[in-house]
């Protein structure tokens, strides 16, 4: 069995007359938790959405569990137990939070189908989508609406989990709570890679990391040997872990 989960080889991406990515090379290793890092414009988020079909490659290869992916649309990939929460995360305002999550659990046609012993998993993981399971979803908070984000992505199980920025504007304590969740995630087997801007947060769960610059990664290699390296800090990021 292949180490890496998902690979990414010479990936180029345009979105309209723009070249956004040029020729990206990536490994995420199976069973670990991958990071994204990189200053705003880099194509952290364009990778990411390319991974799922959500904006073609133009030219390269993106292989998911040894199949080429690269051709497939957004609904192939995501029945191959991948999940991605984009940065807006997607929550349907107007629905309940258990509306959410049943939309999302495909092998239930009502709430009491849903997997119980998987839910009380994921109530113990993100207590606020038990508390407010009957109220509208677009009534929660930012850092709610991210749990519950994370939490429908993963109702059912999963192999991969692609989460952009989920720390964005959350509060220091749900972002304590997020890091705890996903370190349960990785614990439990899913391969994670997720975009990330608060360094404490990639320092702390990150197994490897992968640094992108004007569309193209420039560094990559284990989260340990960026975030004990100040020098290699400053010279990738511009500031130190």
């Not at 990189?38 to 990778?47: F, H, S, V």
């Not at 407010?132 to 991210?146: D, E, I, M, R, T």
């Amino acid at each position: 069995m292949n180490e890496n989960l998902l690979t990414l080889e010479g990936v180029h991406t345009h979105i309209g007359a723009y070249h956004i990515l040029h020729g990206v090379d990536l490994a995420v290793p199976r069973g670990q938790l991958t990071v994204l890092l990189g200053r705003n414009g880099a194509g952290k988020t364009t990778t990411l959405r390319t991974i799922m079909g959500l904006w073609r490659a133009s030219k390269g290869r993106v292989e998911f569990n040894g199949r080429d992916i690269t051709r497939w649309s957004t609904p192939q990939i995501a029945m191959h137990n991948v999940a991605y929460v984009p940065e807006n995360m997607g929550i349907f305002a107007n629905l309940t939070v258990r509306e959410n999550m049943l939309l999302a659990a495909r092998s239930a046609k009502n709430a009491a189908q849903m997997d119980r012993e998987r839910l009380e998993w994921i109530f113990m993981l993100f207590p606020a989508v038990q508390q407010f399971w009957n109220h509208p979803a677009g009534k929660l908070s930012g850092g709610q609406k991210q749990m519950l984000a994370v939490a429908r992505a993963i109702v059912e199980p999963r192999e991969m989990l692609i989460v952009d920025e989920p720390s964005k504007g959350l509060a220091p304590a749900i972002i304590n709570n997020m890091i705890d969740a996903f370190a349960q995630l990785k614990a439990s087997g899913v391969t994670i890679l997720l975009v990330e801007q608060n360094i404490n947060f990639a320092r702390r769960l990150g197994d490897t990391v992968a640094v992108m610059d004007n569309g193209q990664v420039v560094h990559a290699g284990p989260m340990k040997e960026l975030a004990d390296n100040e020098e290699l800090q400053h010279e990738l990021l511009g500031l130190a872990l």
